[in-house]
């Protein structure tokens, strides 16, 4: 498969995702302008409907977001074939910022049931980013030899090897 039959994979399937995460966001915030689901309350007075809701469309949302990083591996790896593991790098960047996502999605559903425990939760959160930051990491460390390679072949294209000096001739 060409490098174009690849982009246009990768943009075909970061659109497709586009739309399911519009899609999604756009029922959360309907379901969130609903009067009658603002004051009914879900398992306990500290959870309304609406936030449960919008909780359960956040998990959907990272869900298609991950399912998107998994996806779009094999195009990443042959775009940038100059990176080894090029695809799971950027399946880590997709989870990691699935992670920063999730961290302000769900705190509304999560802190009024753990109000002297919010550090749990930030702890987990913490501990998630590290792990998934150090594989990105190592990735990267592994790949800087070839990255080097790429870059100085962009910064002097057209340099070549010295001429050699003609042997002398007696």
Partial sequence: MGKKDLFRTLLLKSVKTL???FTLFAMGWFVEQLPFAQALPFLSQKLPVSV?????VSVLAVAVFVNFGGES???VDGLL?????AGELSCNVVKICALLFSYYAFQAAVFP?????????QLV??????FFLAKTGLLVY???EEISRFLLGVIHPYKTDP???APPTT
């Fill in 19 to 21: 739309v399911v995460l």
């Fill in 52 to 56: 449960f809701l919008n909780a359960v």
């Fill in 73 to 75: 591996a094999p195009s």
């Fill in 81 to 85: 074939d100059f990176v080894p593991k």
């Fill in 113 to 121: 049931f753990v109000r002297d425990f919010e550090w749990v939760y």
């Fill in 125 to 130: 959160f913490l501990g998630l980013t590290l």
């Fill in 142 to 144: 592994y790949a800087s």
């Fill in 163 to 165: 001429p050699k000096a």
